[in-house]
C-alpha cells in the first residue's frame, strides 16, 4: 500500500523558517516528479513548488519563490520543502503529491497528481 506522509508542520512566527518533509513508503518514485500544495480554508488546492525526477528542474508559485526552496533525496524517498522567510498568508494546510505518469516534468496542476499525503498544518503568526 503506498502512503505518503508529511511531517514537520506547525506554529512558526512571520519571518521565521520551517522544513516539511514527506516520506513515500510502498514503492519507490525516484522516476516521478513530485510537488508541494497547499490549502487554506474557503480556498482551492493551490500550486506551491515541484521538482523533477532528477532533482535538477523545480518550479515554484511566484508567491514562494525565493523564499521556498524544494529538494528530494531518492534514496530516501522523500521531498522537502524548506519554507524561509514565512508570512502570514503562507498559512494552509500543506500536502505533498507524486506525479502520475514518470519521467516527466514538474507540473504545476494538482491533476498531473495521484498519489497524495495527509496534510500537514503549517500556522504563521504575524
Known amino acids: 500500500q503506498v502512503q505518503l506522509v508529511e511531517s514537520g508542520g506547525g506554529l512558526v512566527q512571520a519571518g521565521g523558517s520551517l522544513r516539511l518533509s514527506c516520506a513515500a513508503s510502498g514503492r519507490t518514485f525516484s522516476t516521478y516528479a513530485k510537488g508541494w500544495f497547499r490549502q487554506s480554508p474557503g480556498k482551492e488546492r493551490e500550486f506551491v513548488a515541484a521538482?523533477?525526477?532528477?532533482?535538477?528542474?523545480?518550479v515554484y508559485a511566484d508567491s514562494v519563490k525565493g523564499r521556498f526552496t524544494i529538494s528530494r533525496d531518492n534514496g530516501k524517498n522523500t521531498v522537502y520543502l524548506q519554507m524561509n522567510t514565512v508570512k502570514p498568508e503562507d498559512t494552509a494546510v500543506y500536502f505533498c503529491?507524486?506525479?502520475?505518469?514518470?519521467?516527466?516534468?514538474?507540473?504545476?496542476?494538482?491533476?498531473?497528481?495521484?498519489?497524495w499525503g495527509q496534510g500537514t498544518q503549517v500556522t504563521v503568526s504575524s
Open positions: 503529491a507524486v506525479k502520475s505518469v514518470p519521467f516527466t516534468p514538474p507540473g504545476i496542476g494538482p491533476n498531473e497528481y495521484n498519489y
Open positions: 521538482i523533477s525526477w532528477s532533482g535538477t528542474n523545480t
